[in-house]
């Protein structure tokens, strides 16, 4: 009895708790974390504060902060002391390729939806109906997109190494690399479940979404292609051309209506929610193949890592 309890809890090969423990104990220090940092910013993000503009803004940077140290020291301290493993481990190693994969993941995402943006526009689907230099000086534009894009590179870091780096690492750990990544991409989804307008078909469309985030890190055997990827989808999404981010509404620079049916448009949750997300992805899944092979022509990296990972019976 007692060997059956301690296989249940102990990968004794690998002397550390099994798999679904790790991630339930890290899950609960990430709560921990998120609301005891989260109490005073609350009551900090209603302090008015002279000048500020965008509050709506300024809070999600905030919580973005928040989201940053919660997420990263959670990880930290489980990846440290559960799995017995290097923090960098989790594709985090600094090297020659770390900027060229930030900047391709965001080149790579602004031609993904620029794609999405060019159809629904030539459909007749989308209308721009102006700018936001035409009511705003210059100066109030570029300081609102840099506040976003900062936004958006804490976000692409925050989520990016919660699910393709812990949840998809330590899944594949406990099973194999095919269902942590499948598993962790539908982790992923339900993240997204509680925001506004969020349907079945957002639900999907984000666990493809993650499924290609997936993708990314495991063709380049980092996390930085697929950080650049989401930093970029979100900021292009948004900012850029004007679309809800997984139905929030940021600050844009284009402002846009869309009337085109909401099946493949997505509706008020923006272009995850509608079938025009396909061609986004497969366009971007061929850039990333041809990127990753064209830069680490004989990785085989992750497979490796994991493979070392996986816990015995």
């Not at 300024?58 to 440290?80: D, G, K, W």
């Not at 620029?114 to 035409?134: D, R, S």
Request: glycine share 10%; hydrophobic share 55%.
């Amino acid at each position: 009895m007692s060997l059956m309890f301690s296989r249940l809890f102990i990968s004794t090969a690998d002397n550390r708790l099994r798999a679904v423990w790790r991630l339930l104990i890290q899950t609960l220090l990430l709560l921990l974390l998120a609301f005891c940092l989260g109490i005073p910013v609350i009551f900090l993000t209603f302090i008015p504060i002279p000048g500020m503009a965008r509050f709506d803004e300024f809070a999600m940077l905030v919580y973005q902060i928040v989201e940053l140290i919660a997420v990263t020291l959670s990880v930290y301290l489980a990846r440290r002391f559960l799995d017995k493993r290097p923090f960098a481990g989790l594709g985090l190693k600094l090297d020659s390729r770390t900027l060229p994969d930030l900047l391709a993941g965001v080149g790579i995402a602004a031609l993904m939806m620029g794609l999405i943006f060019g159809l629904q526009l030539v459909l007749g689907w989308l209308t721009v109906e102006g700018f936001a230099w035409e009511g705003e000086n210059v100066p109030s534009v570029l300081g609102g997109m840099a506040l976003m894009f900062i936004i958006f590179t804490f976000t692409g870091w925050n989520e990016e190494l919660l699910s393709r780096g812990y949840h998809l690492q330590t899944l594949a750990s406990g099973t194999n690399l095919f269902w942590g990544t499948v598993i962790s991409s539908a982790l992923f989804s339900a993240l997204h479940l509680s925001n506004p307008g969020a349907l079945w078909t957002s639900a999907a469309g984000i666990f493809l979404a993650g499924l290609f985030l997936a993708f990314a890190y495991l063709q380049t055997g980092q996390l930085w292609l697929s950080i650049g990827l989401h930093l970029g989808w979100n900021f292009f999404e948004g900012p850029v051309f004007g679309f809800p981010v997984s139905g929030w509404d940021f600050y844009s620079m284009t402002r846009i209506s869309v009337t085109g049916p909401e099946l493949w448009t997505g509706g008020r949750f923006g272009p995850e929610a509608g079938l025009i997300l396909i061609p986004g992805l497969l366009a971007g899944a061929i850039a990333v193949y041809f990127y990753s092979k064209a830069v680490r022509p004989s990785l085989t990296g992750v497979q490796t890592e994991i493979s070392t990972q996986q816990e015995k019976p």
